[in-house]
């Protein structure tokens, strides 16, 4: 069974760091491009980050560049997310997922594996 579980969420002051990570088990996800997406009370889930299968590809949100950053450890089926610098309007649930072969990166319905998602809290 494919499961995807994400932590280090949290509450945080604008201006902190967060580190969130998502563990892949029942299969491995080394040839897969993996995300980040978020999704804040009302709006849709949006893209924020993704990584090639060996690293070696990484895409940004326009909104996190600069101070996100996604990196992955295929040895450990891992991936994550350090964000640095956050601003309240990074409030939401974050999600990782895995993408299938085809599509676009920035695209949710491109991912076919989900994990449950952990929230994510900047007060100001």
């Known amino acids: 069974q494919v499961q995807l579980v994400e932590s280090g969420g949290g509450l945080v002051q604008a201006g902190g760091s967060l580190r969130l990570s998502c563990a892949a088990s029942?299969?491995?996800?080394?040839?897969?491009?993996m995300g980040w997406f978020r999704q804040a009370p009302g709006k849709e889930r949006e893209f924020v980050a993704a990584?090639?299968?060996?690293?070696?590809?990484?895409f940004y949100a326009d909104s996190v560049k600069g101070r996100f950053t996604i990196s992955r450890d295929n040895a450990k089926n891992t991936v994550y997310l350090q964000m640095n610098s956050l601003k309240p309007e990074d409030t939401a649930v974050y999600y990782c997922?895995?993408?299938?072969?085809?599509?676009?990166?920035?695209?949710?319905?491109?991912?076919?594996?989900w994990g449950q998602g952990t929230q994510v809290t900047v007060s100001s």
């Open positions: 990584i090639s299968w060996n690293g070696g590809r990484l």
């Open positions: 997922g895995v993408k299938d072969y085809s599509g676009n990166y920035y695209n949710a319905a491109e991912y076919v594996y």
């Open positions: 029942g299969r491995s996800f080394s040839s897969y491009t």
